[in-house]
């Protein structure tokens, strides 16, 4: 299909992140002005998030404003000055894990941070506002694939409750003062210029470097691993549509995915699990070298298996996910090598 890029303007929050840094590329060569917004916080190496910064600022288009989305009157001003007519939110506090330690980082991010985004949408009447969830709020969820028309209010960790309680806010403020937002459901993202707290990254490092790796419930545990080139693709294509109301939106029994407010929920995966075998046998090869394992049980938190139902993005934006694991690997393990002279 063609790609309304109507809009000119996209404020992009998490710029320097993993995901943002490829949304802003894909955006730049498109020809549309990128403000990016990302506080660079130290959660992994900053280093990496400055070298993604500094490709961007290469480019024409694209400006950055270090900015922390809690910070509510800095926020106000950077939409005020810069005037978006879409805003892709891909700012916050990532892992599972993380959340279990540090929990209070994502009730200032994910929480207190999205709200100054809506606010911000609100007072400045954005055309549309995409922003990050996660499959993680499927949660205890058996039935596979996940659908976006289930329910998903059984999370399994402070991360994934999070990312649930942006969707509801987002519908508050779609409901009150009619801002289109569109959420997106990102299944365990991979690829170049990825997270050092992600599994693939670890197990490479460890891999190259001689070392073990630790894996976690290895016979039970499979991803819909998502390579970024497809995420990012998903996202563009979907900034220049704004949902619209459902028509047959029914109080009485209502869609999870739909409503009645201008806001949709959409997944973004590969619609394919992988086996973490497969996915560690994928890294080997891509390395040349084979693994040791230090196999350890499940971790707090943790699902056994994510799978994406993608119908829903397919029929709005003909567009499916199908990167394979070993392919989008093998590009991963290319440029980790190249960027870290290995």
Known sequence: MDLDLSFERVLLTGAAGFVGFHVAQSLLDRGVTVLGIDNLTPYYDPALKQARLDRLLARDG?????????????????????RPQVVIHLAAQAGVRYSLENPRAYAASNLDGFLSILEACRHNR??????????????????????????????????????????????AYAHLYRIPTTGLRFFTVYGPWGRPDMAYFKFTKAILEGRPIEVYD???????????????????????????PAPDADGAAPDPATSAAPWRIYNIGNHTPVRLDRFIAAIEEACGRKATKRH?????????????????????????????????????????????RI
Request: net charge negative; aromatic share 12%.
């Open 62 to 82: 694209f400006s950055f404003e270090q900015i922390d989305i809690s910070d509510y009157d800095a926020v106000q001003a950077a939409f005020a000055a810069f």
């Open 126 to 171: 954005v055309d549309h506002l995409v922003y990050a969830s996660s499959s993680s709020v499927y949660g205890a969820n058996a039935k596979v694939p996940f659908s976006e028309h289930d329910g998903a209010d059984h999370p399994v960790s402070l991360y994934a409750a999070t990312k649930r309680a942006n969707e509801l806010m987002a519908h």
């Open 218 to 244: 290895e016979a039970a545990m499979s991803r819909d691993f998502t390579y970024v080139d497809d995420i990012r693709e998903a996202i563009v294509r979907l900034a220049g549509l704004p949902p619209q």
């Open 296 to 340: 350890l049980p499940a971790q707090p938190g943790d699902v056994p298996a994510t799978y994406a139902d993608v119908a829903e993005l397919t029929a709005r934006v003909d567009f499916r996910p199908d990167t394979p694991i070993e392919a989008g690997i093998a590009r991963f393990v290319a440029w980790y090598r190249d960027f870290y």
